[in-house]
């Protein structure tokens, strides 16, 4: 693994199932993002974990959940998903809060 | 609230000089990004600026004006893989990026 990989690349997803987006990084990053990008808007955040331990709300965080168990990884959950969720959806990280982010490739989401 | 605003679209020919603008509203100012992100793939990072100024790095710059809450990103000699969205994101008072829209280049020959 170099830098921040997500799984799975791309998903179609039943609406009204639970799916998890997986994301590692090996950058040792203390500050880690889950973003969904959508045509015509700008990256919005939907949480974030500044430190193994403990997370954050972000702009758009209803019907999403995420957990940072440690500083590698940061799994972003759809409970129960929704037509709505179809986004592209990227995870982030910083070596601090203050720095550049590095961003992983994606996960394309479709929920039909 | 707080809202970037850039152009959605922009085109320019190979060789030649592009200055993409960026203007903003944020509650709180803790430094300017500007990414590039080519269609399909993840965003990268090209440059920050937090003081106020040009910064140069190769064939790409940026400025920043604090007081007018505006910075521009100068593309020079412009390649055909310059072609892609171009995206300012300004670190707010809680340190959280709030992102334009990103405005798409598209190089001609």
């Known amino acids: 693994i170099a830098g921040i990989t997500q799984a799975p690349t791309s998903q179609i997803l039943a609406a009204g199932r639970r799916m998890t987006l997986r994301c590692t990084q090996d950058m040792r990053h203390n500050a880690m993002y889950w973003y969904r990008q959508d045509l015509g808007l700008g990256l919005r955040l939907i949480h974030y974990?500044?430190?193994?331990?403990?997370?954050g709300k972000g702009e758009v965080p209803d019907g999403y959940s995420v957990s940072r168990a440690n500083t590698d990884d940061f799994p972003l959950t759809l409970a129960s998903a929704v037509p709505s969720q179809t986004s592209v959806y990227f995870c982030a990280s910083s070596d601090r809060e203050e720095t550049e982010a590095f961003f992983g490739q994606g996960t394309r989401l479709t929920v039909v | 609230g707080q809202n970037i605003d850039q152009p959605t679209e922009m085109t320019a020919t190979e060789g030649a000089i592009v200055q993409i603008n960026c203007t903003y509203q944020t509650s709180g100012f803790n430094g300017l990004f500007w990414y590039q992100q080519h269609a399909g793939e993840a965003p990268t990072f090209l440059s920050y600026?937090?003081l106020d100024g040009l910064e140069e790095k190769g064939r790409f710059s940026s400025f920043l004006s604090r007081s007018k809450g505006y910075s521009y990103l100068l593309l020079k000699e412009l390649q055909m893989k310059d072609s892609a969205s171009y995206l300012c994101a300004v670190r707010d008072s809680n340190y959280q990026l709030i992102w334009g829209a990103g405005t798409k280049l598209i190089i001609k020959p």
């Open positions: 974990s500044n430190t193994a331990g403990t997370t």
């Open positions: 600026n937090v």
